[in-house]
Every structure is written in structure tokens, then in C-alpha cells.
């Protein structure tokens, strides 16, 4: 196993990759690093050609609490600590649009489109951008206790950079959730389609890891095959046209925030600080 601070990475049986979320302190609350290490992941296991399943999974009780909201608050009050990524006192939404194309949009596009299939094991709090983590998986298995939310309408956005919730749940359901910031139980994403199957937390691993040994005796170029003629049935339906439509709207988000104050003074960022502290 080869860890670092943020991701660990890990092959099973020569054919399971599995990538664990590791920052349980902050419920697995995504910093820059965090995507670049979980980045560094994926196209590890899309290299090695042993690989043909990979799970993604996460320690703690929560699979993820989103984008990090205090590190965002951090960089909003003029932080110049190195490595920032973001310099929208000077070049502004430019700035957001040019990381965010890359990091958030960028991201979740490519790892959907890895020719392997891709199992999520969710637990606990899955709240917006943590939906960018398991969505692009071929497969989601949750746990009973697992909720699923998206609730940046609080922040006078949208919804999360990767918009799938339309695709995933339906456009009525989606506006619902939307609308009221609500959060889904394990069994109404199942019941939507949204989650394969949802079994018990203590047996999520379990039950997640037989599905990755099940589909791994497959023929690998026939599981990319299998993969590729979904992915682009969706595509042709307008998939992938529609994420960068929406990401564009997600954008005026961050314009009109720019342009009414100093950015981002978004309608109840506290409120949803605490719910990833309370997560």
C-alpha cells in the first residue's frame, strides 16, 4: 500500500484498485491537494493494466462533506499561502472558471470516462461536491446510514460544478432537491436509481469489494466495451453537452457573487460550514 496524507492507494487480488478518502478528521472535505491526490489515483489505476475494477471508498463516518468550506473562506479573506490556487483579487471569475474547469469539471469528467469499471462505497454524509466523487462511478453501493445532498442553492448557487442531479434522479426530483436543499436517504437513491443497492454499514466494504471480485473476472476489454456503449448512449443524449452548459451556469454564481460584494459573500456559507463541522 502506498499512502500519503490525504488518499490511500491500494491493489487487491492484482485486479482491484482501491482508493480510500482519508481525511476523516474533516469528514473527507476535499482541499486542492486532496484532488490532486485523488487524481494521481485514478490514473494510476487507469495505467496498470492488471487493474480492471476500481472502488472508491472512504475512512471515517462520512464519504464526503464537499468542498472544503473553511479553506474557501480562507482564500476569500485574501490568503497567500503558497501553493493558492486561486488569485480572484485580481483576475476574478477568470480565475474560479480556469480551476475550476480543470479541477473540479476536468476531474470528474475524466474519471468517468476511464475505461474500468468504477464502484463507489458511500457511508455517512454525502453532501454536494462530495456527489462529484461517487457520480462518476460506473456503480454505487450505499450504506443504510448514507444521505446524499446538494444544498450550494444556501450559497446562491446553483448546484455543484459537475451537474448530474437531472441525469441521476430525474428533472422533477432534481429540482425538488434542489429547491429545498433536502437530503436523500440511502433508500429514496435507490429507489431513484441513483445507488445500485444499498446494504448494511457494517457489511459496505464487504458487500462492495465481492461486487469489484465479481466483476473483475471479466474480460477487460469487454467490460470497457460494456462501459463505453453506456457512456455513450448518455453522451449522444445530450450528457456531456449538458455538464459544461451547467457548469457554465454554476459559474454566474460566482460572477454574480463578484459582482454584488467581496467574493464570496455567498447567503449562508456559515450555515453550511457547520454542517460539514457537524458532519
Request: some cysteine; proline content about 4%.
Amino acid at each position: 500500500m502506498t499512502e500519503s496524507a490525504l488518499i490511500l492507494y491500494d491493489v487487491v487480488d492484482g485486479r482491484i484498485a482501491t482508493i480510500t478518502l482519508n481525511r476523516p478528521q474533516k469528514a473527507n472535505a476535499q482541499t486542492p491537494q486532496f484532488l490532486e491526490e485523488l487524481d494521481a489515483c485514478w490514473e494510476r489505476a487507469a495505467r496498470d493494466r492488471a487493474v480492471r475494477v476500481i472502488v472508491v471508498k472512504a475512512n471515517g463516518k462520512h464519504f464526503s462533506a464537499g468542498h472544503d468550506i473553511a479553506a474557501t473562506e480562507d482564500k476569500a479573506a485574501g490568503s497567500d499561502a503558497e501553493g493558492d490556487p486561486f488569485d480572484w483579487n485580481e483576475r476574478g471569475l477568470q480565475s474560479i472558471y480556469e480551476w475550476e474547469s480543470v479541477h473540479y469539471l476536468g476531474y470528474t469528467r475524466k474519471w468517468r470516462d476511464v475505461p474500468k469499471p468504477s464502484i463507489a462505497a458511500v457511508q455517512g454524509q454525502c453532501i454536494a461536491g462530495g456527489l462529484m466523487l461517487c457520480w462518476p462511478c460506473d456503480l454505487i453501493i450505499a450504506a443504510d446510514n448514507a444521505k446524499f445532498s446538494d444544498p450550494v442553492v444556501r450559497m446562491g448557487i446553483g448546484s455543484v460544478e459537475y451537474h448530474a442531479h437531472t441525469w441521476e434522479v430525474g428533472p422533477r426530483k432534481a429540482k425538488e432537491w434542489l429547491f429545498t436543499a433536502k437530503t436523500f436517504s440511502a433508500d429514496e437513491a435507490e429507489r431513484l436509481g441513483m445507488v445500485n443497492r444499498v446494504v448494511p454499514l457494517e457489511d459496505l466494504v464487504g458487500e462492495t469489494m465481492a461486487l469489484a471480485g465479481e466483476i473483475a473476472q471479466m474480460h477487460p476489454f469487454a467490460l470497457a466495451q460494456a462501459k463505453r456503449v453506456v457512456n455513450q448512449t448518455m453522451d449522444i443524449q445530450g450528457f456531456y453537452s449538458a455538464l459544461q452548459a451547467a457548469f457554465d451556469i454554476h459559474q454566474t454564481g460566482h460572477g454574480n457573487a463578484l459582482s454584488v460584494n467581496d467574493y464570496p459573500i455567498l447567503i449562508d456559507l456559515e450555515q453550511m460550514k457547520q454542517s460539514q463541522e457537524n458532519a
